[in-house]
């Protein structure tokens, strides 16, 4: 789980990478490096352990001159975080420099053969022995890089992305991917940029190509790009345009990413609604519905269970891959991933795939794995996410099931024609009551350090609001290192219950809807043993705040569409608690944000 940013062109490389990594320090933060040719040929590379910053500290006053160079930011999976460890490796020789995402599996049985061919080892990375076995290959056997590092790559097992310095031709890149994102951007006068994803080149063209699993890129300046694969057979993959823009990648005035992108939600899930919602409000279109109605429609049954009314199984796609799941060829299997590379989650379709089952993605990501490799699907389209801990990818996955659910059920009538209309319309309406439940953020940062004393906290939910609990428990973990729970609020008696005292703050969610009465003796149970709550309410409502410590009062909302109203002021929540307890929001420790690994 790490960044990688390269280009070889006629600018200065130095500032193209270090930028290239800022955009991508979301990735990973354990440590950086850059490995550059310079004005005189030599090949130098800078590393330090920390965030990017370290590593611009370290390389004042060396040289950093030279227009080809490649760059990462490291999330440790082999070897501790330090600069030993950290990327570019240098092959034996110094000749070559290489940078590397993902794992090798069986890098142990390929270092023991190099060592025992004398190479000696600097790191105790899976990823250096890729540099040291590609130069042996080379020297070896009396042949060039490329060739080399088809041959390599034919002895490797795992996932990897990988770009290649090579100081004897300083005018080149090799990359090569499998299992791990990579995209190439073409830019003018024969130049090319190099990265995880489409983030740290969108500055500088919006012309970019995807590789594919098995892809290699050679990217010599002033040539066309060169696609082959690992038996030197030439691949022709398609140029995208990428529509990203640089207020999408900048913080616009917010202290943290995470706050930005908190408030960009109203307008992200327009954004995801647009041209799906006509302009009466009335009907939901998705083309993955139209084009595969029979399959979705008849297999839908394994998507929603109250409007569609059939029955559904929520999955880890980390689990999921190695329980021996009965997947039936009638099948719809939904996955969802923001990033669309998570590595779990593509190994859970080709599962689901092999069995026959129909599979349906939602991601945010234009041109990630999932969507190529997945039957048909829907983007969220809510623009890049940069803070680790999601937010506007959660709300803008949820939007997108709603209108999944919405579409199908009407197919299916399985909700009266007024009712479909009624939901829909009130969907449209979603985006005017997150901002109003934005309006809560002052109270919120009130309120926030009154719980930075807290070791653990409770959430609890009944219903639709069950996975609100959920979720703000996780926000709070991610980003407060507080230890919190979401817990269905019946439940809490079962177990929970005996945590329960002045010290332990307890959340709840008790919006009017169906359980609003059970909820309350709920949190009268929760104050019978002198626990502090803290209640999200509907506004209007005067019955919980004689229970209550504090309330934080929402719109109102039909109860299905809850859960995108409620998730606002736990987001907040955890942002404003972390804040005063001085953590760094956007990059919270031992996470990165897209987890390409196992």
Not at 84 to 101: D, K, Q, V
Not at 438 to 466: D, H, M, S, V, W
Request: charge should be negative; include cysteine; hydrophobic fraction near 40%.
């Amino acid at each position: 789980m790490c960044g990688i940013v390269g280009y070889i062109g006629t600018k200065r490389a130095y500032p193209i990478l270090i930028k290239g990594l800022q955009r991508l320090e979301y990735r990973g933060y354990d440590s950086a490096g850059v490995a550059m040719i310079s004005e005189t040929g030599n090949l130098n590379v800078y590393k330090a352990k920390g965030k990017v910053s370290d590593l611009e500290a370290f390389c004042q006053e060396k040289d950093i001159t030279g227009c080809a160079g490649i760059a990462h930011t490291r999330w440790a999976t082999h070897g501790e975080p330090n600069s030993t460890n950290a990327h570019p490796h240098y092959s034996a020789s110094g000749r070559l420099a290489l940078i590397h995402n993902g794992i090798i599996e069986n890098y142990l049985t390929l270092k023991e053969k190099l060592v025992g061919r004398g190479i000696q080892f600097k790191s105790v990375t899976d990823s250096e022995v890729l540099v040291q076995l590609v130069e042996y290959i080379m020297q070896s056997n009396g042949i060039e890089l490329l060739e080399a590092v088809q041959v390599a790559l034919h002895q490797v097992i795992g996932a990897y992305a990988i770009a290649i310095l090579d100081k004897e031709h300083p005018d080149t890149i090799i990359c090569a991917r499998q299992s791990s994102p990579l995209v190439v951007g073409l830019g003018e006068d024969g130049a090319f940029y190099l990265a995880s994803d489409a983030s740290p080149i969108a500055e500088y063209t919006d012309k970019v190509v995807y590789l594919n699993d098995g892809d290699i890129a050679v990217l010599h300046l002033g040539n066309e790009l060169k696609v082959v694969n690992m038996d030197n057979e030439t691949q022709h993959p398609k140029v995208k345009q990428i529509d990203v823009t640089l207020g999408q990648l900048e913080k616009g005035g917010y202290p943290y990413f995470m706050l930005k992108e908190i408030f960009e939600q109203p307008g992200c899930l327009r954004d995801c609604m647009r041209g799906r919602i006509n302009v009466d409000a009335d009907r939901i279109t998705l083309s993955a519905v139209i084009d595969y109605r029979e399959k979705l429609v008849s297999a839908g049954k394994q998507l929603f269970e109250s409007l569609c009314r059939i029955p559904v199984e929520v999955e880890y796609a980390s689990e999921f891959r190695y329980r021996d799941p009965v997947i039936y060829p009638d099948d719809v299997v939904v996955a969802i991933s923001q990033s669309g590379e998570t590595a779990d989650t593509l190994a859970a379709i080709e599962l689901a795939r092999k069995a026959g089952a129909f599979v349906f993605g939602v991601c945010n990501a234009i041109g990630a794995s999932i969507p190529r490799q997945t039957s048909t699907g829907v983007y969220i389209h809510v623009g890049p996410e940069i803070g680790v801990a999601s937010t506007k990818a959660f709300t803008g996955q949820v939007t997108v099931l709603s209108m999944l659910a919405l579409c199908i059920a009407n197919e299916r009538r399985t909700i009266p024609g007024d009712q479909y209309k009624e939901m829909v319309k009130e969907l449209t309406l979603i985006p005017e009551k997150m901002e109003q439940a934005l309006k809560t953020n002052e109270q919120i940062e009130r309120l926030a350090p009154i719980f930075t004393y807290a070791k653990n906290c409770l959430y609890l939910g009944r219903g639709y609001n069950y996975p609100v609990a959920l979720e703000g428990a996780l926000k709070l973990k991610e980003i407060s290192y507080i230890h919190a729970e979401g817990y269905p609020a019946a439940e809490m008696k079962h177990g929970p219950i005996a945590l329960i005292d002045s010290e332990m703050p307890v959340f709840v969610i008790a919006t009017r809807d169906r359980l609003y009465e059970k909820v309350i003796s709920n949190i009268q149970e929760v104050r019978a043993r002198g626990g502090r709550v803290t209640a999200l309410v509907t506004e209007g409502d005067t019955q919980i705040q004689k229970f209550a410590d504090h309330i934080i009062t929402l719109p109102d909302t039909l109860e299905c569409f809850q859960p995108l109203i409620a998730s606002i002021p736990l987001q907040l929540l955890a942002y404003h608690i972390a804040v005063c307890k001085g953590k760094d929001v956007d990059r919270p420790r031992n996470l990165a944000k897209s987890v390409t690994v196992e």
